[in-house]
């Protein structure tokens, strides 16, 4: 299945009249000798949750931070609710909320201080009590913000954020570094915004968070969108739902073409030892697999499947690992 | 939510207060470090009556004459032992009695042996029977503003000044540098201008409160004069306050670690703690260098201090120096503002 974004754009059943809340058209960015954005090309919708997914270092962030004004691409357009950021910067300033990598807020200062502090900064906006209940940090309001965990740092910089009320919200890497329950905690927060309806943009390198919170996903490598789409769709491209993975006792040649002639199997590769077959009809297709093996006098230890997911789309397109990098 | 708590010039002002008192360390060393110097000098340096010098005499003779000044008080020694006594620093000065007069043995480089050798030699002619040919009366004054502790805290103050200023801007800004808040900061709606306003209005409030602790202090403990007229000392220390904010804020304009940062500003202000007249006057050095140390910020706010508190002098008096100092605020600010980094 092709996947670009005019396409997708299309079979959403949108027209190109609509308001976009973000539209960017061969964003290129180089630093010294490294092409940080290579030919970027996006389209986001109002109310759409969008993600965009990749290792460290794909381009990610300079691509969230030429979209938020911070740094200037060397060619390409970007525009954010029908406004570019050579003309319209301060207004922009007032309409995008934004939460950075790595933000450290001074430590003396307490949570209300802070979010008072940010809130003065924009024309209109949340009330401070009330975004303070958002970001379940009513607790730690007069707390020193050198005191509160990483989680709760991370959601005082989602407050920051959205104290401005903002059109377009962007997170990067909202989760990075935060353990298993604060970033159930932060992806709860996720979801009550984009029950509120805004429109967010956020990157992140875990596959489960952009399966979890994104209506679609862009997968960026090396600069690059490789692929585009809901996470159904993505999944879907694999060419089957499940993957069956197997590994054999000893160091033997395996024949890929009796393998691969089985009705269900798409598709097989070998990683670190570790076969792995796409895999449409498991209940069918599981049964001839083993047989197959036998055919060929190999002893198996090891034998799992499980359903395919954004890093098997990843592993599928780059031939590496998303999790390794 | 009232107008006043919404406008973020304020906020950032009260966001700078809150960060300095919420740290002792920068308390210390900006209000009680200043008086503690002041004092521990104050003491040290304290005006004492003129000394009694200790002096040697190889006869009961000379001894007895000897003694007969008082500003001086002697002790037999044989010459072996008196010799002895001069190079462990116990007496100033050994009078010998030779066979057709008296020897002084003393160090002509310490000025007390040279003043124990008149004072000695008064004494003995004075017994061997010499009048004077003048008739001489002393009239003794101990005037303010001539101490020590008078000279050095106007120069306290500067250094005070300076260190405050930069220091106090220079951390901060590198710390939300390394710390990516001016990232975070200039990608929200804040005015640039207005972050760096927030820097230079907290400056002028903690001012007062540093300048007002610090004079009162040296004027109630130790009377110091304020012989210019006050307002225009308090314009003396905000325009130095301001220049070396200006300064502050070039040093920190680039600078992405705070070590990087704290080396800049020891290399700015060290030269100045040493050749701008904060402990002895800056006229000491050579006059090679002087057209440089007089160019220095702090040698202009000391002058300039020093001649308003020391000597009453008016601000038209002493225009080279405010000219210095509005050259040091004006060309940093401007330079600082161009090249200054925002993440």
């Known amino acids: 299945m092709p996947l670009t974004a005019s396409q997708n754009i299309s079979s959403d059943g949108r027209s190109s009249a609509t308001v976009r809340s973000l539209l960017l058209r061969g964003l290129r960015k180089t630093y010294a000798d490294v092409v940080a954005v290579d030919g970027v090309d996006l389209e986001v919708m109002p109310g759409e949750c969008f993600g965009l997914l990749g290792p460290n270092g794909a381009g990610k962030t300079t691509t969230i931070e030429i979209c938020e004004g911070l740094t200037a691409p060397d060619s390409g357009t970007v525009e954010l609710l029908e406004r570019n ?12 909320g934004i939460q950075l990598q790595e933000t450290q807020f001074p430590d003396k200062l307490t ?10 900064f924009f024309h209109r906006g949340v009330a401070v009590d009330e975004i303070i209940r958002m970001a379940q940090l009513d607790e730690k309001r007069k707390s020193r913000v050198g005191g509160l965990s990483g989680g709760q740092k991370q959601r005082l910089a989602m407050a920051c954020a959205l104290v401005g009320d903002p059109e377009l919200l962007f997170l990067d890497e909202p989760t990075t570094g935060l353990d298993p329950q604060a970033r159930r905690h932060l992806w709860d927060l996720v979801d009550d915004l984009k029950k509120a309806g805004r429109t967010i943009i956020l990157t992140t390198h875990y596959m489960d968070e952009a399966e979890r919170l994104c209506d679609r996903i862009a997968i960026m490598d090396h600069g690059k969108i490789i692929a585009l789409g809901t996470p159904q769709q993505l999944i879907a491209s694999v060419g089957g739902e499940h993957i069956v993975e197997f590994a054999l006792g000893t160091d033997t040649n395996v024949d890929v073409a009796s393998l691969t002639g089985i009705p269900g199997v798409q598709s097989h590769r070998v990683d670190a030892g570790l076969h792995q077959l796409s895999v449409s009809e498991l209940h069918t297709a599981v049964p001839l697999i083993f047989a197959s093996l ?3 006098g190999l002893a198996l230890s090891e034998f799992r499947t499980h359903s395919a997911t954004l890093e098997d789309v990843f592993v599928g397109l780059t031939g590496r690992n998303l999790r390794d990098e | 939510m009232s107008r006043w708590q919404e406008s973020s010039l304020l906020q950032l002002t009260l966001a700078r207060f809150r960060l300095f008192l919420r740290e002792p360390e920068a308390i210390f060393w900006i209000f009680i ?14 005006n004492r009556p003129a000394d009694v010098l200790q002096v040697g005499g190889t006869t009961p003779q000379l001894v007895q004459a000897l003694n007969a000044d008082k500003g001086l008080s002697a002790k037999q020694f044989d010459e072996a032992d008196g010799t002895h006594a001069l190079a462990t620093g116990q007496i100033l000065l050994l009078a010998i009695q030779g066979p057709d007069g008296v020897d002084y043995k003393y160090d002509d480089t310490n000025p007390d042996a040279r003043t124990a050798r008149l004072i000695a030699d008064r004494a003995i002619q004075a017994s061997a029977g010499r009048r004077d040919a003048v008739h001489a009366e002393n009239q003794l004054i101990h005037e303010t503003g001539a101490r020590y502790i008078d000279f050095v805290v106007p120069g306290l103050l500067g250094m005070n000044l300076m260190g405050s200023a930069i220091w106090g801007l220079g951390f901060a800004i590198v710390e939300a540098r390394q710390k990516k808040l001016l990232k975070r900061l200039v990608a929200s709606p804040m005015p640039r201008w207005q972050y760096l306003a927030s820097y230079l209005l907290s400056r002028l409030v903690m001012l007062v409160v540093e300048v007002v602790a610090f004079l009162g202090f040296a004027r109630l403990v130790f009377g110091v004069p304020f012989r210019g007229s006050l307002l225009e000392l308090a314009f003396l220390c905000v325009l130095t306050s301001l220049a070396f904010s200006a300064l502050g804020l070039l040093v920190a304009s680039r600078a992405k670690t705070m070590e990087a940062a704290s080396g800049l500003m020891n290399l700015v202000m060290l030269p100045m703690w040493i050749l701008s007249g904060v402990f002895f006057s800056a006229s000491r050095f050579p006059d090679k260098i002087q057209p440089f140390v007089r160019a220095l910020p702090l040698t202009a706010a000391n002058d300039a201090l020093r001649g308003n508190m020391l000597q009453g002098m008016n601000l038209g008096q002493m225009w080279p120096q405010v000219a210095i100092l509005l050259v040091w605020l004006i060309v940093p600010f401007a330079i600082s503002l161009r090249i200054f980094r925002w993440r």
């Open chain 2, 33 to 46: 470090f200043p008086i503690l110097l002041a004092v521990g000098l104050g003491i040290a340096f304290r």
């Open chain 1, 111 to 120: 949570v209300e201080e802070t979010v008072l502090l940010f809130r003065s």
């Open chain 1, 85 to 96: 950021w050579n003309s319209h910067a301060n207004e922009l300033r007032q309409l995008i």
């Open chain 1, 294 to 296: 036998k055919g060929q």
